[in-house]
């Protein structure tokens, strides 16, 4: 069964610094690509960071420079670390295969003050 639990998110103000954190199991990691998306209100969900089961990255160009995606394979987990956060990446944030996989965890609430 694939389960996804993402982790880390809260509320900070402009310019401030967040790692979120994904705990992936039931054979959705491996050496699947694996990417961090967002969901903003109003807003379709987007795929914001990706990376390979080998490590290559990459990054939509709102978020390069500021965002490091990584990855874990012998935990199983997916990171992004997120610096100099803007109000305009406040959105919930998944985590997910790439494609996405036809479930979806809870998500973590980021929210950027300005």
């Known amino acids: 069964q694939v389960r996804l639990v993402e982790s880390g998110g809260g509320l900070v103000q402009a310019g401030g610094s967040l790692r979120l954190s994904c705990a992936a199991s039931g054979n959705i990691f491996g050496m699947n690509a694996m990417g961090w998306y967002r969901q903003a209100p109003g807003k379709q969900r987007e795929l914001v960071a990706a990376i390979t089961g080998f490590g290559s990255t990459t990054y939509i160009d709102s978020v390069k420079g500021r965002f490091t995606i990584s990855r874990d394979n012998a935990k199983n987990t997916v990171y992004l670390q997120m610096n100099s956060l803007k109000p305009e990446d406040t959105a919930v944030y998944y985590c997910?295969?790439?494609?996405?996989?036809?479930?979806w965890g809870q998500g973590t609430q980021v929210t950027v003050s300005s």
């Open positions: 997910n295969k790439i494609p996405a996989y036809n479930y």
